[in-house]
């Protein structure tokens, strides 16, 4: 079984600033993280992956997150957010290696970026 | 661009009515989801395959059903449309060999009424 809590339905963030958004794991086996990002009307975008190489993953439009196993966690960060980071994050874990990898999501954070 | 389309993209149709989301691909994965996206509940999957004519059901597969006859289409199904499947679709698309990510048509927004 797997699950994935993510803390704060919504934060807002001057532009700037520390992004911060935080992720909880459970799986019973090691696994695999992501985060994604979408913008209004828009797909899920892949952001970033833990796939147990490195601890801390950097992804695109300066995100990074952190494995962290005794805190079940990975939570994402970017040191200075920006107006066009504004958007919903998912992160999402699989623990099943087999046949199809299912995804299971966390409710999603809202990020706003104010000036 | 993980060349993924669905249509319609939009579409509003009655209670009782049957409605078919297709989803497409052009790069031959094996493996394709669908999920339904609602608000407090982030993804939730719906079906997924893993070839031609396998598939199974995901956590909230009541009132849907799923075909996969070719390698590129996967359509999903709604037998008999309900209010409560008023949301938006996804459908997903994962490449053997890497590292268990899956890549997101644009979605369809559907809204029975």
């Known amino acids: 079984a797997q699950s994935v809590t993510q803390l704060g339905s919504h934060v807002s963030v001057s532009e700037g600033a520390l992004v911060l958004l935080r992720c909880n794991y459970s799986?019973?086996?090691?696994?695999?993280l992501f985060w994604y990002v979408q913008y209004p009307n828009q797909g899920l975008q892949l952001l970033l992956k833990?796939?147990?190489?490195?601890?801390l993953v950097k992804g695109i439009n300066g995100f990074e997150a952190e494995f962290k196993k005794s805190e079940t966690s990975f939570h994402l960060t970017k040191p200075s957010a920006h107006m066009s980071d504004a958007a919903e994050y998912f992160c999402a874990v699989t623990g099943n290696t087999g046949t199809a990898s299912k995804l299971t999501f966390g409710t999603g954070t809202r990020l706003q970026v104010t000036l | 661009d993980a060349g993924i389309t669905q249509s319609p993209r939009h579409k509003v149709t009655e209670t009782g009515t049957p409605v078919t989301l297709r989803c497409h691909q052009t790069e031959n994965h094996r493996y394709m989801y669908w999920y339904r996206q609602d608000p407090g509940h982030g993804l939730r999957l719906i079906h997924y395959s893993y070839g031609v004519k396998d598939t199974d059901k995901g956590e909230v597969s009541d009132g849907y059903s799923v075909s996969r006859s070719k390698t590129e289409d996967f359509l999903l199904t709604l037998e008999s449309a309900t209010s409560s499947q008023t949301s938006v679709y996804f459908c997903?698309?994962?490449?053997?060999?890497?590292?268990?990510?899956?890549?997101f048509g644009p979605g369809t927004r559907l809204t029975v009424t």
């Open positions: 799986s019973s086996v090691p696994p695999y």
């Open positions: 833990y796939t147990s190489a490195a601890t």
């Open positions: 997903a698309i994962r490449p053997a060999g890497e590292g268990y990510e899956q890549y």
